[in-house]
């Protein structure tokens, strides 16, 4: 078993299946719950936040919050949800939209944000299945052998002895 881990190709190989099942284990988490962790920034009253819901997460500037909310667990069949998650409401401008990926602004259309902020956003599934194939190859593809390197023999002079 120690052979099978021997190389560089299984060892990146079982970090890129980790990678993948914590997105995945986020991915099934975030189709029942909204999860956000709001950091505080220092130098201003905002906060970065992070947001899991519906398949998919979300990086986002709001105005600062409470110290209660820097946690948020809400059932997503709550009504609740509709109405604090940015991209689904009326307010989002949308820059960029493409293959599980977004760029947007939001924040002109909500009372409870005074400035307008980037939305950023990457679906699991974009994530997930290129680790999980990667993972596979490396996992999966047999490992080249390696061959020793040939040393340069000593050229010998016609006594025997090494020049």
Known sequence: M????????????????????IFAMGWVRSLSYYDQVALPEFDSQRSSCLQSLNGSFRWIRIDSLSSSDVWLAIPSRDHVVKSIVP???????????????????FGQANAKISMPSNLYCCSYSTLVIPLTAISAYLLLSKSRQSTPKKTAQPITSEGGAAA
């Open 2 to 21: 120690r052979e099978f881990f021997k190389g560089w190709r299984r060892k990146i190989g079982v970090v890129t299946l980790m990678m993948g099942s």
């Open 87 to 105: 991209d689904e409401s009326p307010g989002v401008h949308w820059r960029f939209r493409f293959l599980g990926f977004g760029v947007g602004v």
